[in-house]
């Protein structure tokens, strides 16, 4: 697999945007120069994260999120 990472990615299975595999892997996110570890998705090009607010749950169960503008610096994790 290439070290390139896609310009957006998400952590939900039922996203177009999903993908288990580099997820698998361990994919940091620098946000505005700052580690993010609850990014729940995330664009490069338009310049965006969406990331949970704490433990709270929308009707469907799915994490409640909000939607920060700033530059995005994705990055696979070094393993271990």
Do not use: H
């Amino acid at each position: 697999m290439s070290d390139t990472l896609p310009d957006r990615l998400c952590t939900n299975p039922r996203s177009p945007f999903y993908d288990a595999d580099l997820l698998q892997q361990g994919i940091g996110i620098k946000f505005r120069g700052e580690e993010k570890t609850n990014v729940d998705e995330y664009c490069v090009s338009e310049g965006w994260v969406k990331v949970a607010i704490g433990n709270k749950v929308d009707r469907k169960g799915n994490p409640m999120t909000i939607k920060l503008s700033g530059p995005v610096e994705p990055y696979i994790k070094p393993a271990e």
